[in-house]
């Protein structure tokens, strides 16, 4: 009954044909870590499948050696939710790219799980539509990730996430089965608890997602502050006064020192904060509200506000914002980006926690965040020559996360837990609610053989008394973290 | 077990309001045993923990609107009444959200939230209804359209299981990813997985300024392109009804934002609706509420459902709308209304007997699966509803089975009032 | 094997330079630590979009330059994922990181052909494409329907290497667009500028072009001359290196180098028509860094190295634009848009032409698959892209493609010939000097068959 690895890539390669199933160590090792590279595992397989009946046949012969697997799209994420098992299979959906239907009339599309986010927007725009969700990545990640991930972006503040602009998937069940997860079919919503489930529940293989229409205008204008604390004030303004901007961002002087150094954004100079804040919708609702918010920015104290006159404005003012991670790499040799949630009214006093933190220290901490929705992207910077440099910054990183749940926030607003921040789950969850949690998970999964070690620290295995939990999970060590 | 309690001495240990439970509050017919009314979320826990220590039936009541939804329970031993647990927990308006408890009624907490200018942006269609009830039936009415329904506006939610155990997902910040999303399995769940005791909502600013575009049309075919001219229009509403009775189909468009824009927007509604058009503050009477009928039947139907030509309109007076909907589905149907939102719900009340629902159930089930739609029985009378077969096809079933059997492995909580015998 | 006439005179390299193993020592790992692994290169790269595999995609080879840093040795697999690349630097482009890739890829290559021993046959066609593509006389050989071709010594060579099948469409399609033989006009030493004269610069030749596209030298020099430029044409010029360099054929590149260096000294500005040439002379400062002789010689060159487009917009126009009534898809060549950042220059010639519509194709970031010798050396996997670029070429329903590499043009005409379809093809220069000579769309248009 024992299968080994080297007998199950056999049959894997029997299914889907010796090109689609690599075992190479040279080559497996490029499928080590997804967009979070501090955590690495070589797979002892990769598939790479190109149709749902292939992803079913897959899970099935794992199902059936008892071997696990791990499902991965573009492998953007930045939780390590794609990470792979060193004993298991690694599903990647990169080849599964097809967009199967758009349906206009009922402002939807049907896509597989490799297809890229903005890819969607690409071929549906022409139609007067458009993907909602726009994480960072989103020219490069996958309707399938953004679906395990609840993908959310900057203008999820009224938008929503993935969850609110996914209808329908087709998974493959950990059973190998194919089976239509709808949400307005009778019975649970198990659509809503598949999305967002980091991969753990089965493997989506056809996603229905709702197009939105592209709004009449946006307008977009960049305030500069003195401080942050100017900055949150003109954002609890701009709520307070009953507008739901398609984005609220801000940034920090260090992040925009950062992105200054890389694209040269030419933000007002001297500006402790700048805040980016954008409305999109009707033409004659939008022209009334932003009268009002860019009042609002000024009466906050901004000393200067540039208001976007054209898409090419609007590009540079995004431009500073979109690059501000990758452009923190200009000044630090390595950095952290954190992900973490307050409420949105919680902002100065986490904001000077932070300093605080950042001094007591001595790590510098650059911050982006999505001033709307209160998500937190403090980026932890240190250099990885200096002896003991990234232990202490990955303990500022954590403390963050403290302070985040002090004020009732999330360990992680659109990251994701993964397998990065399971070991916070417990701070933010009690044992009662990460193992009703697992219940969903046995339901789905009883073996526990599809992304395990994802999400929960300890989990409980299934058909085990509530409440009782093993000891860590035997995968927790295995990860090679440098 | 040696020497067990009775069950109401052990429930009133732990809750101070316990009593048998009354024959006119039975559901759907069977009369609880008893009835309990915790206080507070711990109390709660405590009489669950006690159900579960004495093997009793628990099927939990909010404003009971919709306790006659559904199917019968096989056995109900404990009414769970959350009519106690009624606080508004917290309102951070600051941050557009609020906590409340389970019992709270929708229009109470419209009221708290109206005071700082905000809404939870779900219609009622039902008065009286709670917010865990609202939750557990996943209600919504024409802001679905734009807002979605309960699963897209609870940030977090507090149950309690079957065991007793509290467990709280979410929390009370709009954007967070940190597990599993209890408060979407919960939403329309009817009771079956555990006791919903708290939740969390974003919520939205009211609105400065609304109007409603009404209009009347002659047919599915017109009413099809104009609710794709509204849809494929950058006016975004806020609801988007179509009426359809023996009077015939009307259409309204519900338009909410600033008084300018507001204007602007229903002055171009009216223009793509076509002349008959009208402007007004309020809402036409329908809107909103259920049809009419001792049988409400639950659809889905996406937009391109209303292109179903009526096959023919022979031998149906050409001015009953219903009949000329979903390719004629419903024609020869006596007194059918119909509400449907351009979100794809839809809800068709009758008052007929057993062999008519059937029929009519079965034609819209094949007329709406080409549009991957289908149509759910809600209420009927007891003779009718026997008859039926309630939910149609659930495709997901197994695993669904598999969840609850995790939840609720005594199979206690609302037996037998939900999908597949669950 | 004779020695053909046009060899390079050998330019020999200063004693004390830089050995060429040891360069890229202590850079590379500074360049592989530039990569975040965010992906952002996956949907520019062309084998990341035909086969989806991350050891396809510059992540990927990055993450296997890493492997091999950190002791792996090259191996088959390995090897055949740096050869699959076809250097296109789409992937730089969309960095937003900075990673340098085009260097990663070069150092990379240089290593792959001084460490990783090729199976003969392999040998075999790499040798033959080495001395075949860089020397004009012996490409004016293979010129004509292959007449000339048992006379280099070379076709027993090519013909067992199998290089002939992968190199006849190619060639097809070179006849098919370029100029009967014998009416490419031989340019002078010298073109005087065309009323005042704003500039005087030096003009680089090429070797697919010149022998295959004289017409496009032709047309180059007049735009100069007409925009009141001098152009001198240096005789001494060769190839400038291009696909030695992008080929981690490092000692033969810079040796191409070093003499083009020493052909265009005199000049102040250098104009380069072929994007792969262009790029190459702009990379010549990095190639001769460690040459202490050479190295402020390589540098000026590469300073002064302008693409036509780039120079054209620099300068303003000045002649009189005239009508050329068609509808032009402009094709980015990677070598350009990606290599120099040159996109915007080409589309605002265009776009000044009256009555000329320029219209886009859909993924132009993304490779033709032509990429120097990728079409020799990847045949099936250049066909695919080509395929896929003919494909978005179809749907702009332009009756002219313009580009300004010669190779982008013949492997896109060869996908669009297996499609069943023709349409013309220009270099910009073409369509400016149609222009300014007021010749309209006609001359442009009549060459699609």
Redesign the interface.
């Known amino acids: 009954m024992e299968t080994t690895l080297p007998a199950l890539a056999e049959r894997l390669a029997r299914a889907l044909g010796d090109e689609a199933v690599i075992t190479d160590p040279v080559r497996l090792r490029t499928y080590e870590c997804d967009g979070l590279t501090n955590h690495r595992a070589m797979p002892a397989i990769v598939v790479l499948p190109e149709s749902a009946e292939q992803i079913a046949a897959v899970v099935r012969e794992c199902a059936a050696a008892g071997i696990p697997y791990v499902a991965r799209g573009s492998g953007t994420g930045l939780s390590g939710g794609a990470l792979p098992r060193t004993d298991g299979v690694l599903i990647v959906t990169s080849r599964m790219r097809r967009i199967l239907e758009i349906?206009?009339?009922?402002?939807?599309a049907v896509v597989e799980p490799g297809v890229i986010n903005l890819d969607v927007t690409r071929a549906v725009r022409p139609y007067?539509y458009y993907f909602a969700p726009d994480p960072s990545s989103q020219q490069i990640c996958s309707v399938g990730g953004n679906v395990a991930?609840?993908s959310?972006g900057a203008h999820?503040l009224k938008y929503?996430?993935t969850?609110?602009h996914v209808l329908?998937c087709e998974i493959v069940?950990p059973d190998g089965?194919l089976?239509?997860?709808?949400a307005?079919?009778?019975?649970?919503?198990?659509?809503?608890?598949f999305?967002?489930?980091e991969g753990t529940l089965g493997i989506t293989t056809k996603i229905t997602v709702r197009l939105t229409?592209?709004?009449?205008t946006v307008q977009t204008l960049l305030a500069a502050y003195d401080s942050i604390e100017a900055g949150g004030t003109a954002v609890?303004a701009i709520?307070?006064a009953?507008?739901?901007p398609a984005a609220i961002e801000m940034m920090d002087a260090l992040s925009i020192e950062a992105a200054e150094a890389s694209v040269a954004c030419g933000y007002p100079p001297g500006a402790g904060a700048v805040l980016i804040v954008e409305l999109d919708?009707?033409?004659?609702?939008?022209?009334?509200?932003f009268a009002e918010v860019e009042r609002l920015c000024r009466e906050a104290g901004a000393f200067e506000i540039r208001i976007a006159a054209d898409d090419a404005a609007r590009a540079l003012i995004w431009k500073g914002r979109k690059s501000a991670f990758a452009a923190v790499g200009r000044i630090s040799p390595a950095y952290i980006v954190q992900d973490g949630?307050?409420?949105?009214?919680a902002l100065p006093q986490v904001l000077a926690s932070i300093d605080a933190l950042s001094a007591e220290s001595g790590v510098r901490v650059a911050n982006v965040f999505?001033a709307g929705?209160?998500?937190l992207h403090p980026l932890v910077l240190f250099d990885d020559a200096e002896p003991g440099a990234a232990e202490r910054a990955e303990e500022v990183s954590g403390r963050i996360l403290d302070l985040c749940i002090e004020h009732?926030?999330?360990?992680?607003?659109?990251?994701?837990?993964g397998v990065d921040?399971a070991r916070y789950?417990p701070r933010?969850?009690?044992d009662?609610?990460?193992?009703?949690?697992q219940?969903?998970?046995?339901?789905?999964d009883?073996a526990g053989l599809c992304n395990p070690g994802k999400?929960f620290p300890t989990p409980r295995l299934?058909g085990e008394v509530?409440?009782v939990r093993k000891g860590p999970h035997p995968y927790e060590g295995k990860a090679d973290i440098f | 077990m040696g020497g067990p309690l009775d069950p109401l001495d052990a429930l009133a240990k732990v809750c101070g309001d316990v009593r048998p439970g009354e024959p006119e509050e039975g559901v759907l017919g069977v009369t609880p045993r008893f009835v309990a009314a915790p206080g507070t979320v711990a109390e709660a826990a405590e009489v669950m923990r006690v159900a579960a220590e004495q093997g009793l039936a628990v099927i939990p009541r909010g404003g009971e609107t919709r306790l006659d939804w559904g199917l019968p329970p096989g056995r109900c031993d404990l009414l769970l009444d959350t009519s106690r647990l009624d606080r508004v927990i917290e309102h951070?308006a600051?941050?557009?959200?609020v906590k409340a408890e389970a019992g709270l009624t929708m229009e109470r907490l419209a009221e708290v939230l109206a005071g700082r200018?905000q809404r939870l942006s779900l219609d009622v269609p039902l008065p009286g209804s709670t917010v865990g009830g609202t939750i557990a039936t996943?209600a919504a009415g024409p802001l679905r359209l734009l807002y979605?329904s309960p699963?897209?506006l609870v940030i977090g939610l507090t149950?309690v299981?079957a065991?007793g155990?509290?467990?709280?997902?979410g929390?009370?910040?709009?954007?967070?990813?940190?597990?599993?999303?209890?408060?979407?399995?919960f939403?329309?769940?009817y009771g079956t997985?555990g006791v919903i005791v708290e939740a969390a909502f974003r919520l939205?600013?009211?609105?400065?300024a609304h109007a409603y575009v009404t209009t009347r049309v002659p047919d599915a075919a017109n009413a099809h392109e104009a609710v794709?001219g509204v849809?494929?229009?950058?006016?975004?509403p806020s609801a988007l009804e179509c009426e359809a009775s023996g009077d015939g189909i009307t259409l309204g468009v519900l338009l909410e934002?600033?008084p300018?824009?507001?204007?602007?927007?229903a002055t171009r509604v009216a223009d793509l609706l076509g002349p008959g058009a009208d402007i007004s503050h309020e809402p036409p009477a329908w809107w909103g509420a259920y049809p009419d009928g001792t049988t409400l039947i639950e659809v889905?139907a996406?937009?391109?459902a209303l292109?179903e030509a009526p096959a023919a309109t022979e031998g149906t007076a050409p001015a009953d709308g219903a009949a000329l909907l979903w390719g004629a589905a419903l024609a020869g149907v006596e007194g059918c209304q119909v509400r449907w939102s351009a979100s794809?719900?839809g809800y068709v009340g009758l008052t007929a007997n057993a062999a008519e629902v059937a029929e009519v159930l079965a034609r819209l089930r094949t007329t709406l699966a080409r549009?991957?739609?289908?149509a759910?029985v809600r209420y009927a009378p007891e003779g009718v509803r026997t008859a039926d077969d309630v939910?149609?096809p659930?495709?997901?079933?197994?695993?669904?089975r598999?969840?609850?059997?995790?939840?609720d492995p005594e199979h206690r909580l609302s037996p037998g009032r939900?999908?597949?015998g669950? | 094997m004779t020695a053909p006439q046009d060899l390079p005179e050998p330019v020999v390299g200063s004693p004390g330079a830089t050995p060429p193993d040891l360069l890229g020592e202590g850079e590379l790992p500074k360049l592989l630590g530039d990569c975040v692994h965010c992906g952002f290169c996956l949907p520019t790269c062309p084998t990341y979009v035909l086969w989806g595999e991350e050891m396809d995609s510059p992540r990927g080879r990055i993450h296997l330059m890493q492997q091999h840093a950190e002791g792996t040795p090259l191996s088959g697999p390995m090897v055949e994922h740096f050869d699959r690349c076809l250097g296109c630097m789409a992937c730089v482009t969309a960095c937003p990181s900075g990673v340098q890739y085009d260097r990663l890829i070069e150092l990379t290559r240089a290593e792959v052909e001084r460490e990783h021993p090729r199976p003969l046959r392999e040998r075999l066609v790499r040798e033959a494409i080495f001395k075949l593509f860089p020397y004009p006389a012996r490409l004016r050989a293979l010129r004509g329907p292959l007449r000339a071709y048992q006379k280099t010594g070379l076709d027993r060579l090519v013909r067992r290497s199998g290089v002939l099948d992968r190199l006849s469409p190619s060639l097809a399609a070179m006849e098919r667009l370029a100029p009967p033989l014998g009416r490419a006009p031989r340019l002078p030493e010298r073109v005087a500028a065309r009323g005042e004269r704003r500039a005087t610069v030096g003009m680089l030749t090429g070797c697919v072009q010149r022998e295959f596209f004289p017409g496009v030298n032709a047309a180059t020099a007049r735009v100069l001359a007409m925009e009141g430029c001098d152009v001198i044409i240096p005789k001494s010029q060769g190839c400038c290196g291009a696909l030695s360099l992008h080929s981690g054929r490092d000692e033969e590149a810079r040796d191409f180098a070093r003499r083009t260096i020493v052909a265009f000294e005199a000049v102040d500005v250098i104009v380069v028509n072929a994007a792969g040439c262009g790029s190459a002379m702009k990379e010549y400062a990095r190639l001769l860094a460690d040459d202490p002789t050479w190295a402020g010689r390589a540098e000026a060159l590469s300073v002064k190295t302008k693409d036509l487009a780039e120079f054209l917009v620099d300068i303003g126009p000045r002649a009189e634009r005239r009508p050329v009534p068609a509808t032009v898809a402009y094709h980015d060549a990677c070598h350009l848009a990606h290599a120099q950042g040159v996109r915007s220059q080409p589309r605002a010639l265009l776009t000044g032409i009256p009555e000329l519509t320029v219209r886009e194709i859909s993924d132009p970031e993304v490779c033709c698959g032509s990429a120097g010798t990728y079409n020799l050396l990847q045949p099936e996997a250049a066909a695919e892209l080509g395929d896929r670029k003919a494909l978005s070429v179809r749907a702009t329903e332009a009756e002219l493609l313009v580009a300004a590499n010669p190779g982008c043009s013949m492997q896109i005409t060869t996908a669009l010939a297996r499609q069943g379809t023709r349409i013309a093809v220009a270099h910009t220069a073409e369509v400016l000097d149609a222009s300014l000579r007021g010749l309209g769309a006609g001359p442009l248009l009549r060459r699609s068959s």
């Open positions: 349906d206009v009339p009922n402002q939807r007067g991930e609840n959310g999820c929503g996430f969850a609110h329908a069940t089965e089976v239509t997860l709808a307005g079919d009778p019975g649970y919503d198990l659509l809503g608890a999305i967002g489930s229409r592209v709004p009449e609890s709520i307070g009953g507008v739901v919708g009707p033409e004659p609702e939008v022209a009334a509200q949630v307050i409420p949105r009214t999505h929705d209160g998500n009732g926030g999330s360990i992680t607003g659109e990251h994701g837990v921040k789950m933010m969850f009690s009662a609610d990460l193992d009703t949690m219940m969903v998970r046995c339901g789905f009883p999400v299934c509530p409440g | 951070a600051g941050d557009l959200v200018g996943g979605g699963r897209d149950i299981r065991d155990q509290i467990a709280r997902s929390g009370k910040v709009v954007k967070n990813v940190a597990g599993y999303d209890l408060g979407r399995l939403a329309g769940s997985l939205h600013p009211v609105p400065s794709q849809l494929h229009s950058p006016v975004a934002g600033v300018e824009g507001v204007a602007a927007r889905t996406p937009p391109s292109a794809g719900k549009h991957r739609g289908g759910v939910w149609g659930v495709p997901a079933l197994t695993l669904m598999r969840v609850k059997a995790q939840f939900f999908v597949g669950i």
